[in-house]
């Protein structure tokens, strides 16, 4: 398997972890099991890529073809990081369009 399909699988695990724990702490911003984990699964994917922008160390040691401990763990962090912000944000997105339809 190659390293940057490890990587994505990391980061939407990761993501979707941290995805549902945010909806599960942040009870107001909750969207449910099923938009907790999408949102979580996207923003885990893409804090993840974040990361690797932001910090080439971890970038070239998960493309170089070896994933070592400190890649992996960068992965891990960048996406449930990632996934538990998105799913913050969409259940904030979600709120402010109910509040507004309210009215």
Sequence with gaps: MSSTLIT????LVTGVIGGNAA???VKDYNLGGLGNTIAGAVGGVGGGQ?????????AGAA????????????QIVG???GGAI?????????NMMASQQAR
């Design 8 to 11: 994505l699988i990391i980061q």
């Design 50 to 58: 974040l990361l690797q922008a932001l910090i080439p160390a971890i």
């Design 79 to 81: 996406g449930g990081a």
């Design 23 to 25: 909806g599960s702490a």
């Design 63 to 74: 493309g170089g073809g070896g994933l070592d401990i400190g890649a992996i763990i960068g």
């Design 86 to 94: 998105l799913t913050i944000i969409a259940g904030l997105v979600k």
